[in-house]
């Protein structure tokens, strides 16, 4: 199986997903650049990393050399360019934003090495779109992580049209060095989890505009009767009711369909600033957690 042409990753964007996405990578034994433009971000995700480090020793799921390693392993970079500049691979974890992502790669494609592997964590949008902003789309792919990073083992690979059979392998390897459990989807819109995880979770917030069980009982049909470890509106208040509103426009622009139409709800909550655990109240108050 191809490897990464180095053990150098750039992860640009530190939010919920950055930030996560680094630490696995430092703990799989990667060197990171962690780079964002917003003042603060970096130094605020590193702290974060090392919380869940901490707690993670404390658990006893990870070695105290293990977490002292990957500090090691992490540094903060200046620029996009810093980030890039020698790494094997480019992890890009910004907004559901297309052309912020196509700038993103634009930039990233004329400062990494002609080898390196391009990937966004996108949950829904094209891989073959943000490629054709690069002059290599040969090395470009889909890496969809799953929120939280270091808990969930799921990583969605993404082939894009021109994407290589030795980008895909080459990505698989990664995802195996970092403990992940990958799956291959090819580019369509929403992919393979989105598509689904977007449906359960617009129908769950349709029973909550009609009444018929509340979002906890809702969410514990899901996590008891399915065994799911969130339910469908915990998880989007997780995930934020504006990505999902954002995500499920998309889809619905995109195949059509009444089940990717947002519900009047989701529209609502998202004007009142109702994001979810982000902003402290989405379906559950988390202000109070």
């Known amino acids: 199986m191809s490897e990464l042409s180095n053990s150098r990753v750039g992860v640009i964007g530190a939010g919920t997903m950055g930030h996560g996405i680094a630490q696995v990578c430092a703990l799989g034994g990667y060197d990171v650049a962690l780079f964002d433009p917003m003042p603060g971000a970096v130094d605020r995700a590193l702290a974060r990393i090392g919380e869940n480090l901490d707690k993670g020793v404390e658990r006893g799921k990870v070695a105290a050399a293990d977490a002292a390693g990957a500090r090691g392993r992490l540094r903060a ?54 490629a054709a902003a690069t002059g290599r789309p040969e090395r470009v792919v889909g890496l969809h992580f799953f929120n939280p990073v270091h808990v969930m083992k799921l990583l969605v690979v993404v082939r894009g049209r021109a ?21 291959v989807v090819t580019d369509t819109p ?21 009444e018929v069980a509340s979002p906890h009982d809702i969410d514990r049909a899901m996590e008891l009767g399915y065994n799911h470890p969130l339910g469908p509106l915990k998880l989007t208040d997780v ?51």
């Open 77 to 130: 970079a200046g620029t996009l360019r810093d980030a890039v500049a020698d790494a094997g691979l480019m992890i890009e974890a910004v907004p559901e934003a297309m052309e912020l992502k196509e700038r993103i790669f634009h930039e990233a494609d004329e400062a990494a090495p002609a080898d390196a592997i391009l990937a966004s964590n996108t949950s829904s949008l094209s891989v073959s779109r943000i």
């Open 163 to 183: 994407t290589s059979q030795a980008s895909v392998n080459a990505s698989l390897a990664f995802a195996g060095r970092i403990g992940k459990e990958p799956i």
């Open 190 to 210: 929403g992919f393979a989890s989105s598509r689904l995880g977007v449906v359960l979770g617009l129908e769950a917030m349709r029973m909550v505009e009609e």
């Open 239 to 289: 995930v934020g009711l504006d990505v999902r509103l954002g995500i499920a426009e998309y889809l619905h622009g995109e195949l059509g369909g009444e089940q990717y139409r947002p519900p009047e709800i989701l529209r609502r909550m998202v004007a009142e600033g109702r994001l979810g655990k982000k902003s402290g109240r989405g379906f559950y108050d988390w202000e109070e957690k």
